[in-house]
DNA sequence: TTAACATTGTGTACAGTGAACACAATAATT
DNA sequence: AATTATTGTGTTCACTGTACACAATGTTAA
């Protein structure tokens, strides 16, 4: 096989291309139906699941190796990619061990191996929000499969990765309060009904429509298009666009604080 | 010289006892006469300063790292240490090269050195608040003097770790806002007044004393003593203490937040 | 002894924000 | 034209933060 072989190149060699030890671990969040899901692969030749994550080139930035990630894994780029807290446990990769056998990576013949890979790794965590509907999830060499999950629903997950997890949407929901959020997960045009739904996933509460319109509108990242959605027997609502460089500004500079 | 050794131990050595490629940068700040102060080392051979820092163990946390240094730096333990962000720029190492000739790691007799301690290094960094009286700054080996600087008139600094400063107190401003500040760096008994001008300095603006007293007391962190301070001519504020289980608890949880 | 002064302790008034809630407008169906 | 579900807009109220007033107090100077 094609993947055998460049996995065999990645053991052997990859610590002369990228920084041993060191790690990127994406946390990916879609929207999709009223559901927040993570971008998950799967392991090649057992049952658990990890974040997309990737190696740091030697003379690459963090930064970049967390996009090329992003890049490989999803097909897409100029996102809105946050770091949010390194991981730097030496068990972590111990954490989660309920694998009855090795992963390729540490084992050969029943034999455990030890190779770059299979050592310790200090993970830089970062996590994304896409539109769900512009990703196609392709696996990685090591994976068979890459899939979205359902956030509350989650598979048997490899190391701490359910930690890093829980980490990334507790940063979201920060971002929530003082940043704004949406660009990259909705439409161009969306109503906002549909932007509610979005934070009330992403929160996992309801909150009350008018006093969220009011807050919305009254951040002035909004623009009120001239056309209405048609969605059924009842009131169309407006479309709305997100005026982008104020959108950006307010990413930048923030709202919530003085 | 003693130092000489050591440092020849460590970068012909130390790649076996530390993982390369990684740091912990500690932004130590201390008050002391109403001033923000951070603890900065002097290199031997060059007029550039630097942030405290080392290096992980093999079989290290980075926290524990962090903890260590900030131990080995200062002689105090058990501290709020908080990571805040990591650096990972492959050019961060040459962002303030104003130096005319290169530190003792990078060169012998004129040539330029690759060891270990020379390469790219990806620095995770961490703040601390510590009570300036009770810190006796210690020099590292490959520093002669290690001393206070006021936050807002540094030297020249080393790295981008001018950078990494103005990054911590960011943190450390925003941390103002949603979990208690003061019990490392107040004495045991104290008056508002004088945690209000803590404030005040870590925040770099005037606070009005009568909002800040009722804020203050309504976080429920504050113990008033029976006692009073003597200041001079004028009314004797209350002292208080924090109560550490309520504090702790804060520090926990947050208050800013439902 | 007492007046002056600087500083602290406590209280009040007002504006702005978020949370809870009321009602009219509207788009399709009956 | 009536029905129904959903949206757009407005009101009320409690709470928080901000601005400001005044009394209490510990020392110094007259």
């Given at each position: 096989m094609k993947d055998n072989k460049v996995i065999h190149e990645l053991i052997t060699n990859g610590h002369l291309k990228y920084i041993p030890h060191i790690s990127v671990d994406c946390v990916i969040l879609g929207y999709h139906a009223?559901?927040?899901?993570?971008?998950?692969?799967?392991?090649?030749?057992?049952?658990?699941?990890?974040?997309?994550?990737?190696?740091?080139?030697?003379?690459e930035s963090v930064d970049t190796a967390a996009h090329r990630v992003l890049w490989e894994?999803?097909?897409?780029?100029?996102?809105?990619?946050?770091?949010?807290?390194?991981?730097?446990?030496?068990?972590?990769?111990?954490?989660?061990?309920?694998?009855?056998?090795?992963?390729?990576?540490?084992?050969e013949g029943g034999k455990e191996l030890h190779n770059w890979m299979a050592e310790r790794f200090i993970s830089i965590g970062y996590y994304a929000l896409v539109e769900?509907?512009?990703?196609?999830?392709?696996?990685?060499?090591?994976?068979?499969?890459?899939r979205?999950?359902?956030?509350?629903?989650?598979?048997?997950?490899?190391?701490?990765?359910?930690?890093?997890?829980?980490?990334?949407?507790?940063?979201?929901?920060?971002?929530?309060?003082?940043q704004p959020v949406g660009l990259s997960l909705l439409p161009e045009k969306f109503t906002l009904p549909e932007l509610q739904k979005l934070y009330e996933t992403i929160l996992s509460r309801k909150l009350d429509r008018r006093n969220f319109q009011k807050k919305m509108l009254s951040l002035g990242i909004l623009r009120r298009l001239p056309e209405r959605k048609t969605i059924g027997p009842h009131r169309s609502p407006f479309l709305y666009s997100f005026d982008k460089r104020k959108y950006n500004q307010a990413l930048k500079e923030g709202y919530g604080f003085a």
């Amino acid at each position: 096989m094609k993947d055998n072989k460049v996995i065999h190149e990645l053991i052997t060699n990859g610590h002369l291309k990228y920084i041993p030890h060191i790690s990127v671990d994406c946390v990916i969040l879609g929207y999709h139906a009223n559901q927040l899901n993570v971008l998950l692969n799967k392991w090649k030749d057992v049952e658990v699941w990890s974040l997309p994550g990737g190696y740091v080139e030697r003379n690459e930035s963090v930064d970049t190796a967390a996009h090329r990630v992003l890049w490989e894994r999803t097909g897409v780029d100029k996102l809105f990619l946050q770091q949010f807290y390194t991981f730097g446990d030496p068990d972590r990769i111990n954490m989660n061990r309920r694998l009855n056998r090795l992963p390729v990576l540490f084992q050969e013949g029943g034999k455990e191996l030890h190779n770059w890979m299979a050592e310790r790794f200090i993970s830089i965590g970062y996590y994304a929000l896409v539109e769900y509907s512009k990703v196609s999830p392709r696996p990685d060499h090591l994976s068979v499969e890459s899939r979205w999950w359902d956030i509350h629903d989650l598979p048997a997950l490899i190391f701490d990765h359910d930690r890093i997890i829980s980490h990334a949407l507790h940063a979201v929901r920060l971002q929530l309060k003082y940043q704004p959020v949406g660009l990259s997960l909705l439409p161009e045009k969306f109503t906002l009904p549909e932007l509610q739904k979005l934070y009330e996933t992403i929160l996992s509460r309801k909150l009350d429509r008018r006093n969220f319109q009011k807050k919305m509108l009254s951040l002035g990242i909004l623009r009120r298009l001239p056309e209405r959605k048609t969605i059924g027997p009842h009131r169309s609502p407006f479309l709305y666009s997100f005026d982008k460089r104020k959108y950006n500004q307010a990413l930048k500079e923030g709202y919530g604080f003085a």
